[in-house]
């Protein structure tokens, strides 16, 4: 990260930069939101960091499963796939 003071020997050198620096970015009514956060903060919040990593990585498993489902053609299931949507048909077993 480059100093934004204009007279810091660290502004236009990048081996004397300020760091190292820990950012939290998120999304926030379709925004980008990011804080710069303290080796405290990180300490205190790297277990629901960790968690909301896992939790992001098994919804786009579920949802890769789920489609990967659908657009899968099989056997008396009772689907019918067309391109990227399908149509649900009754009577199959």
């Known amino acids: 990260m480059t100093c934004g003071r204009a007279t810091c020997r660290r502004a236009t050198d990048p081996d004397q930069r300020h760091g190292p ?3 939290c970015s ?26 909301e990593r ?10 890769s499963k789920a489609l990967r489902e659908v657009q899968e053609p099989r056997a008396n299931c009772g689907i019918v796939t067309f391109g990227r949507g399908c149509r649900f048909v009754t009577g199959g077993t």
């Open 26 to 51: 998120r999304a926030s009514k379709g925004r980008t939101v990011n804080k710069m956060l303290s080796v405290e903060q990180l300490d205190r919040s790297q277990a629901r960091i960790d968690n």
């Open 54 to 63: 896992r939790l992001r990585d098994l919804a786009h498993q579920l949802e």
């Open 21 to 23: 620096h820990t950012q």
